[in-house]
Nanobody
Framework: QVQLVESGGGLVQPGGSVRLSCAAS????????MGWYRQAPGKQRELVAD???????NYADSVKGRFTISRDNAKNTVYLQMNSLKPEDTAVYYC?????????????????WGQGTQVTVSS
């Protein structure tokens, strides 16, 4: 069983910063890509940023230059540093990890999601 636990959300003023963390635990052989998604009320969940095990990053156009994703493989943790926040960044942010796990007698890759953390950007 693999669990992802997010932390760091909250209320922040426009122009402010917040850092999200997501720690994975459980029966992990290794973690492939990790990422952050968000879902605003009435909208579909969208990719914010993701990072490969080797550190290659990918960002949504709307957050390029403002958000930075990073990870610590030794701690099975991914971070999202969000700067210059805008009201349109308000959403529930979800952590995602593609985890290689033992499935009976073989290794297999599975996607896991965190429970979500609310980020509200408002004055």
């Amino acid at each position: 069983q693999v669990q992802l636990v997010e932390s760091g959300g909250g209320l922040v003023q426009p122009g402010g910063s917040v850092r999200l963390s997501c720690a994975a635990s459980g029966s992990i052989f290794l973690i492939n890509a990790m990422g952050w998604y968000r879902q605003a009320p009435g909208k579909q969940r969208e990719l914010v940023a993701d990072i490969s095990r080797g550190g290659r990053t990918n960002y949504a156009d709307s957050v390029k230059g403002r958000f930075t994703i990073s990870r610590d493989n030794a701690k099975n943790t991914v971070y999202l540093q969000m700067n210059s926040l805008k009201p349109e960044d308000t959403a529930v942010y979800y952590c995602n990890a593609n985890v290689r796990e033992w499935s009976r007698t073989a290794l297999a890759d599975y996607d896991h999601w965190g429970q979500g953390t609310q980020v509200t950007v408002s004055s």
